[in-house]
């Protein structure tokens, strides 16, 4: 008899992090193993948001915070939505969570009802289809392609809307594809939507400053998407602070109290010295990032190249993030070194074991076609790892 709910019993494991412990292990048994598994940057937190935080204890900011976010943090994100998105929010369209991740989960818990339907562009971030499915959601893949670059067409998002439908989902830049949807391409998607006012968006920006398109677009700012639309943002990314877990939501107003009244149940507010070093995050002129985001455009152009030199392996260019999602069905049904490829699993547990190079399946994103690498780690280290792809794929 398992005594276990049937929540966690229904629940998958983060594919993403299975694989990172996978190779942690291996690497603890002496393997050499190149990760390449974890979204991650491998910069150091910049010195000037150290500063605030050791400022913060110094200052003696030890209590509990407000459920919801200090007043001056959500003042700063509510500048830095104007500064950088052109949105207006107010201080009471913010919360401020434990990570994007739990800023997600709020929202999948105050909006859902058992059967309502959200839209998932497919490739979608792992732990979307398990939140919304968690909070009684049922997630609507729609499916595309290295050929469409990951992106969904108006017409494919009307196909899935049904009288269920309650919410899209999605990302841009997009983990794991990299897309990044234009300002063009975002109008067209609101045309669809403004025939069905009663259709929330959770537009998850978290890549927004890891993007060489040159342009960002929130959906926020399209006429009419505005009073319908969930931002969701956080500091994990951008600035390389994974660990200080901090994200936050612009939302109308209505929906942001929801999610500090579950918040309050659950977690209360967020860390007390991570949101004062926060302030100086947001506050900050994006330009200071300049060094990180340069750094991935240079390792985002050397890993699509070294991809384009393997065989079977096709790939589109992201714009942002820093993933490549190539697509590996070419290799489905062959035998390599005496194993039989039947998916993208199977490519990616055949990478680990003859290249020990450590991939997650594009199973886990909803596109069963693909494989995701993240290339947050040195050049030299990319550069060794598409070697050894290279060597057991030939």
């Known amino acids: 008899m398992n005594p276990l709910s049937d929540r966690i019993n229904n629940?998958?494991?983060?594919?993403?992090l299975a694989m990172a412990a996978l190779a942690r292990e291996l690497k603890a048994q002496g393997k050499d193993i190149i990760s390449l598994s974890l979204g991650e940057p491998d910069f150091n937190t910049p010195d000037f948001i150290k500063e605030a935080a050791k400022k913060a204890i110094d200052e003696n900011y030890s209590t509990y915070s407000p459920v919801d976010g200090y007043a001056e943090l959500k003042e700063a994100i509510c500048r830095k939505f104007k500064r950088d998105n052109n949105l207006e929010y107010k201080p009471s369209n913010i919360v401020v969570s434990t990570g994007a991740k739990q800023s997600l989960y709020n929202i999948a818990q105050v909006m859902l009802n058992e059967g309502d339907e959200v839209i998932l562009p497919a490739p979608y971030w792992v732990s979307y289809y398990e939140i919304i499915k968690m909070s009684g959601g049922v997630p609507i893949e729609v499916p595309t392609s290295v050929e469409s670059d990951f992106k969904i067409t108006p017409e494919q998002l009307e196909k899935a809307i049904t009288p269920k439908t309650k919410m899209i989902w999605y990302s841009s830049p997009c983990n794991p594809s990299g897309s990044v949807y234009s300002r063009e391409e975002f109008?067209?998607?609101a045309k669809v939507l403004e025939k069905y006012p009663n259709i929330y968006i959770v537009a998850?920006?978290?890549?927004?400053?890891?993007n060489f398109s040159g342009t960002f677009c929130s959906i926020a700012s399209v006429p009419g998407m505005f009073e319908r639309t969930i931002t969701v943002n956080g500091v994990a990314k951008a600035f390389a602070m994974t660990g200080w877990r901090i994200g936050y939501i612009g939302a109308p107003e209505f929906i942001a109290k929801a999610c500090t009244k579950m918040q309050g149940q659950v977690t209360s507010g967020a860390n007390s010295i991570a949101q004062r070093a926060t302030i100086a995050a947001v506050d900050a002129d994006p330009k200071v990032l300049n060094y990180m985001v340069e750094a991935f455009h240079k390792r985002r152009d050397l890993v699509v190249g070294?991809?384009?030199?393997?065989p079977g392996l096709k790939i589109n260019v992201p714009e942002g993030a820093f993933?490549?999602?190539?697509?590996?069905?070419?290799?489905?049904g062959k035998k390599l070194r005496g194993t039989i490829i039947k998916d993208a699993t199977d490519?990616?547990?055949y990478l680990l074991a003859e290249a020990n190079v450590a991939t997650v399946t594009g199973d886990a994103f909803g596109n069963p076609d693909c494989i995701r690498f993240s290339y947050a780690t040195s050049e030299e280290l990319l550069t060794e790892a598409m070697r050894r792809i290279k060597e057991v794929l030939s």
């Open 11 to 16: 629940l998958s494991t983060s594919q993403t």
């Open 187 to 189: 109008t067209a998607i």
């Open 204 to 210: 998850d920006e978290i890549y927004e400053h890891i």
């Open 306 to 310: 070294l991809i384009k030199e393997i």
């Open 323 to 332: 993933y490549v999602f190539p697509d590996v069905s070419s290799y489905f």
């Open 347 to 349: 490519f990616s547990m």
